[in-house]
Nanobody, 128 residues
Framework: QVQSVESGGGSVQTGGSLTLSCVLD?????????MSWYRQAPGKERQWISS?????????????TYIDSVKDRFTISTDKTKNMMSLQMNNLNPEDTAAYFC???????????????WGQGTRVTVSS
C-alpha cells in the first residue's frame, strides 16, 4: 500500500532553493498529529530533519521544529485539504544532498511510524 509519494527534488547549486512535496494517504492525518520529513545522505542512516504539529490549535510559530542544521533555511507545512505536506528549502548547501522522505514522527506517533511503508523519496543534489 502506497502511503506517500514524494516529489520536487532535483539538482541545484549551492544557495539554490527547492520545494519538496509529499502526497499522503488520507488516513494518516487522523492517525498521527505530528508529521515529519526525514533525509538519508549517501552512505548514512536516515535522519529526522523537521516536524509539524497539524492537529492542535497552537500558534504557527510553535507548530514546527527543525534540526539545527536546517533551521532558518527550511520551512515545513501541511495542506490537509490536499492530503499533502511540503518542505520549502532555501540556501541549500552540499551537506543537504540526500534522499528526502515524509513519514509520521517516530517519537510522537510510534504506532503509525512502525506501520509506515516508506515511499521512494525524492533526491536532492546540491553542488558547490
Amino acid at each position: 500500500q502506497v502511503q506517500s509519494v514524494e516529489s520536487g527534488g532535483g539538482s541545484v547549486q549551492t544557495g539554490g532553493s527547492l520545494t519538496l512535496s509529499c502526497v499522503l494517504d488520507k488516513s494518516i492525518f487522523a492517525r498521527c498529529g505530528v508529521m515529519s520529513w526525514y533525509r538519508q545522505a549517501p552512505g548514512k542512516e536516515r535522519q529526522w530533519i523537521s516536524s509539524i504539529r497539524h492537529s492542535a490549535p497552537i500558534p504557527p510559530s510553535e507548530r514546527a521544529t527543525y534540526i539545527d542544521s536546517v533551521k532558518d533555511r527550511f520551512t515545513i507545512s501541511t495542506d490537509k485539504t490536499k492530503n499533502m505536506m511540503s518542505l520549502q528549502m532555501n540556501n541549500l548547501n552540499p551537506e543537504d544532498t540526500a534522499a528526502y522522505f515524509c513519514a509520521p514522527n517516530r517519537d510522537l506517533c510510534p504506532a503509525a511510524f512502525s506501520a509506515w511503508t516508506w515511499g521512494q523519496g525524492t533526491r536532492v543534489t546540491v553542488s558547490s
